[in-house]
């Protein structure tokens, strides 16, 4: 069972910059793609990026690409995601989540993931 554990939420005004990270509680492989997904108050889970085990290969939503960053560091089992000019609309709960294969499947489908982390609220204020 592997468990993941989001921090670095928090309050921010608009134009503002956060950092969240999660780690896992187990030594990440080649076989894991990690994710970010947020979900706001009344809507679905939506994905925000995606990252594969290397680093090399990334991608984001449209509302994403251009403000935010993800990486990761396996030495550490951990994936980041810089948020920087952060908009109102990016208020919501934001959950990591792990896939682990190598079959190539649509990583923006919340169902192709194996592991969810608890999620960790960001909140920009306007």
């Known amino acids: 069972q592997v468990q993941l554990v989001e921090s670095g939420g928090g309050l921010v005004q608009a134009g503002g910059s956060l950092r969240l990270s999660c780690t896992a509680s187990v030594r990440t492989s080649s076989s894991y793609y990690m994710s970010w997904f947020r979900q706001a108050p009344g809507k679905e889970r939506d994905f925000v990026a995606g990252?594969?085990?290397?680093?090399?290969?990334?991608y984001y939503s449209d509302s994403a690409e251009g403000r935010f960053t993800i990486s990761r560091d396996n030495a550490k089992n951990t994936v980041y995601l810089q948020m920087n000019n952060l908009k109102p609309e990016d208020t919501a709960l934001y959950y990591c989540?792990?896939?682990?294969?190598?079959?190539?499947?649509?990583?923006?489908?919340?169902?192709?993931?194996?592991?969810w982390g608890q999620g960790t609220q960001v909140t920009v204020s306007s």
């Open positions: 990252i594969n085990w290397s680093g090399g290969s990334t």
């Open positions: 989540a792990a896939r682990i294969s190598t079959v190539l499947v649509d990583v923006t489908r919340l169902q192709n993931y194996h592991y």
